[in-house]
């Protein structure tokens, strides 16, 4: 994150004359340990007011997120296939109770163990399709900004081709390609993973090779080339450590917006199998229905899970946004002084 | 302070103090600064980066970033700035105070033309004013500032206009309200020596005619002796020193001003050449050459259809073993092009140029990659030089770990530290990361990055201009120090005719794209032959009032002053 930091005014350039001065300045600022400098960290230790506020807002949400996905078989009172309990049946569409503490839906699940499990499925999906479209994406601009030429020209092109395509109509085709449109859990996970990750490769590739390209006449690009640097020593120490300052802001923005494809994909019947993985969207759209006859705990509950973990993932993005620029980040108000009398 | 005072000043600053919010905490830029300026005087602010003197100028026109608070009091003809609101601070910019910035390219809109841009202030000023009032107005002020058939130029757009007719515009403009201050900040570091002697011109003109104070900030002392009636000498936020100009050059009173003005390299006095034994001399006539450019052209190609750009029109020169070759030259005389071809980061296209016995022209990266580690190369900004996420350590041991692959990393760190030790730095630095350290150090980083393969050929692309005057020095003194123990040759490009003579051993003059003179340095700056050669010598301000009051006058009888009348 060095290169976003501006030097702060009066830093500049002290007299060569007093470098033990400045040598002990340095020290303090090398003291912070390693994990205060890790990207959330940092960000929440810089933030005042507002801006730390959405962070820790986003950030605590996306903390409930990942802590129900992993202790989801502890949490949840039922499985997310279950209708019936030791032998009785939970009976369809029962409202709120005291055994089902956000009621049941027209196939007599338990609204609450679905909207627990869910966060499963919602977590994979997010982790797989933002691993593959971040590593395929990453690599792809490297090559494309650094070699340039008619290679990055044809990339170029085919990202501004599936860009330009409609996403949703896009993760549709991909997951009938892959699974024939329904399957088991990890086949569902795995084709809309895929096609979220397709659809998120252009994101990575653009901004990976708009940075590379920015840095390639970097001085210090050149100062390697001028020693005789090869090529893959120029792409991996130089370029990719430096073009990587932005992934953190997209990586959380795609996260989100993964959540929702996923949701979509679910709504539209393109999902998962009830019976093979708990979805959201799937439950959304069996509870259209359930709307218009004043059941709203089937459609609610899920409605609020991808509310909330979209609002908390994008939180922690648009936070981490506004807190590498030094132009948007607030800072804390010096203790104020009396102004000095002066007479004129 | 009574008003009879304020009267007298049209400027009076009490007691300013600025502080700035950033991540490292509170930085105080301007501590407690007090200054009065005079009708009519032209006051300039010296120090160096980072002491205060453009936040100290900026908070007249109450131009301070967000970040800031000040407080203390800023007078304009009987106003106190600190504290107005924006709205009333718009009143005053303009009508009172004006300013002149650095870059004029970037300080004006691209899409407009100039009578619009002129027009800007006039509209806020007097919202009732019509189209053909402000073309009138506009002009009487660019032909105010000297700028031929003013009528039909008002209608171009600023990419029309050199950079110093530009910087003549932003002067209009800064008059057309008839402002009776105006700041300005750097006006011009961003020009070339020969147009900075114009706009020099211009300005003590201006002064002349309409009786304006004037503010200018400067590093640059040969701009301050040519130009200023009194000086402030700033040094971390304060005003330590303020005196006329001919006696601050005189008798310096504050230890910091004399090494300031001891650092600034003046021109003619200890010149390379001279100062090298007669038996030194020859030997370095004698010596064999290890770069020999023959009629070399270096063309960058044109876009769609449009005829390629020549940078460098068929120029000879050779650079000798353990000789240091300075090449002199105005933005975009093909100097840094030639420094790249050198280096293999440019591709030639015409005649010959032979580096360390390897032709250049058409030469393949394969077959040159040998070469490369003979030669170093210093980069101008040493800010971007550097990646930001390597160890100084491994910034310097980069070229060992390409080209010296048998070494263990205890060896390699050893060599560093070495290095560290040649270029005057401690060790432990080699931990460190370059944005902790300060320019200078960055610079003698990169030098000792350039040198950790011992080449036998050094190009230095303006390895001082980014840096501060007394850090220059230094860095100047410890090249020339390395130059005479490791006896490289060296191409030193500047733009700074000063710097290259203290420097080199021969002097080449570059002047768009073609070697004008070519020489030792004595040769080139007492005896020269071109006319473009006397230009540039006598354009260059001196750091001394008296004898740049001299060197002023034999320039105006043979070029004139650059102003109109």
């Known amino acids: 994150m060095t290169l976003s930091n501006p030097e702060p005014i009066g830093e500049g350039d002290p007299a060569e004359a007093d470098l033990a001065a400045e040598a002990s300045a340095v020290a303090s600022r090398r003291s912070t340990p390693w994990y205060l400098r890790l990207p959330i960290i940092s960000h929440l230790r810089s933030s005042v007011g507002l801006q730390r506020g959405m962070l820790i807002t986003g950030v605590v949400l996306v903390g409930i997120l990942l802590l129900t996905a992993l202790c989801a078989p502890l949490i949840a009172p039922y499985g997310f296939a279950d209708t019936s309990a030791d032998g009785t049946r939970f009976g369809t569409q029962q409202p709120p109770s005291a055994a089902h503490l956000l009621g049941t839906t027209v196939t007599g699940f338990d609204v609450l163990s679905r909207v627990i499990w869910g966060t499963r499925t919602a977590v994979a999906v997010m982790a797989c399709a933002v691993a593959a479209s971040l590593f395929i994406g990453v690599a792809l601009g490297l090559l494309s900004g650094y070699v340039g030429g008619w290679l990055d020209r044809l990339l170029v092109m085919v990202a501004d081709a599936v860009y330009a395509f409609p996403s949703l109509l896009l993760a549709i085709v991909m997951s009938i390609v892959i699974s024939g449109g329904q399957s088991n859990a990890w086949g569902g996970i795995a084709a809309a993973a895929i096609s979220i990750t397709v659809v998120f490769i252009p994101q990575y590739f653009r901004v990976i090779r708009a940075e590379v390209v920015r840095l390639k006449a970097e001085p210090f690009v050149e100062a390697a080339k001028v020693v005789g640097t090869g090529h893959r020593r120029i792409m991996g120490t130089h370029l990719l450590r430096n073009a990587t300052r932005t992934l953190p802001l997209i990586f959380t923005l795609n996260a989100s917006e993964s959540i929702l494809t996923l949701a979509a994909l679910g709504f539209l019947g393109f999902g998962i199998e009830p019976t093979s993985a708990s979805e959201w969207g799937y439950d959304l759209n069996r509870a259209m229905a359930d709307a218009t006859s004043g059941i709203w705990w089937t459609g609610m509950f899920p409605g609020l899970a991808i509310a909330l973990a979209v609002l908390g993932v994008t939180l922690v993005g648009e936070s981490i946004n506004d807190l590498n620029d030094p132009r948007l980040r607030t800072r804390r108000a010096r203790r104020k002084t009396p102004r000095k009398q002066v007479t004129a | ?565």
């Not at chain 2, 960055?442 to 011992?454: F, G, H, K, P, Y």
């Open chain 2, 1 to 565: 302070m009574t008003a009879t005072q304020n009267e007298e000043s049209r400027l009076a600053i009490r007691e300013l103090d600025v502080h700035f919010a950033t991540d490292g905490g509170d930085v105080h830029a301007v501590d407690g600064v007090s200054l009065e300026v005079a009708p009519g005087e032209i006051l300039a602010i010296v120090g160096e980066s980072g002491s205060g003197k453009s936040v100290t100028a900026r908070s007249v026109l109450g131009l301070l970033p967000e970040t800031a608070e000040a407080s203390g009091a800023v007078i304009v003809s009987g106003t106190d700035l600190v504290g107005l609101s924006q709205a009333q601070l718009r009143a005053m910019r303009g009508e009172d105070v004006s300013m002149i910035f650095q870059e004029p390219s970037s300080a004006m809109n691209p899409v407009f033309p100039i009578w619009w841009q002129l027009g800007e202030g006039l509209r806020a000023h007097r919202p009732k004013i019509t189209k053909k009032e402000i073309r009138a107005e506009a002009i009487t002020a660019l032909e105010s500032v000297g700028i031929p058939d003013a009528a039909e130029r008002i209608d171009r757009y600023p990419h029309e206009f050199s950079g110093g007719q530009k910087q003549r515009i932003m002067i209009a403009m800064a008059l057309t309200l008839g402002a009776e201050l105006i700041v300005a900040d750097e006006p011009t570091t961003a020009l070339d020596v020969t147009v900075q002697a114009e706009i020099l011109g211009l300005l003590r003109d201006i002064r002349e005619r309409t009786g304006t104070s004037i503010i200018v900030i400067t590093h640059n002392m040969g701009v301050v002796a040519d130009l200023a009636d009194s000086v402030a000498v700033m040094f971390q936020g304060q005003i330590i020193e303020r005196a006329g100009v001919r006696e601050l050059f005189a008798n310096p009173r504050e230890e910091y001003t004399q090494k300031l003005l001891a650092a600034v390299p003046h021109l003619g006095r200890n010149s390379a050449w001279t100062a090298l034994e007669p038996a030194q001399q020859e030997a370095l006539t004698a010596a064999e050459p290890v770069v020999v450019a023959k009629d070399l052209v270096i063309e960058y190609p044109g876009r769609m259809g449009k005829p390629a750009f020549r940078a460098v029109k068929g120029v000879d020169f050779e650079i000798r073993a353990g000789e240091v070759y300075g090449l002199v030259g105005e933005s975009g005389s093909g100097k840094t092009t030639i420094g790249r071809a050198i280096a293999g980061l440019e591709r030639t296209t015409g005649g010959s140029l032979s580096v360390l016995g390897h032709e250049m022209n058409g030469m393949r990266e394969k077959a040159f990659k040998p070469l490369r580690r003979r030669i170093g190369f210093v980069f101008q900004d040493p800010a971007t030089s550097f990646n930001p996420h390597l160890t100084i350590e491994q910034c310097i041991a980069e070229p060992l770990v390409v080209h010296e692959q048998q070494l263990t990393p205890a060896e390699r760190g050893k060599r560093v530290r070495d290095l560290l030790e040649a270029v005057e730095l401690p060790g432990r630095y080699a931990e460190r990361y370059p944005h902790e350290l300060s320019g200078g150090q960055r610079q003698r980083i990169s030098l000792a990055r350039a040198l950790v393969l011992e080449p036998e050929l050094l190009v230095a692309d303006e390895p001082t201009s980014a840096l501060d005057v007394s850090v220059q020095a230094t860095v100047l003194d410890l090249f020339r120090e390395l130059q005479t123990r490791l006896g490289f040759a060296a191409l030193f490009i500047s733009h700074d005719l000063a710097v290259v003579d203290s420097l080199a051993h021969r002097i080449g003059v570059l002047f768009r794209g073609d070697l004008v003179e070519d020489g030792h340095g004595p040769d080139v700056l007492q005896r020269p032959t071109h006319e473009y050669t006397r230009k540039l010598i006598a354009s260059l301000p001196v750091p001394d009032p008296v004898e740049q009051e001299k060197r002023r006058a034999a320039f105006q009888a043979e070029w004139g002053s650059g102003t109109p009348g």
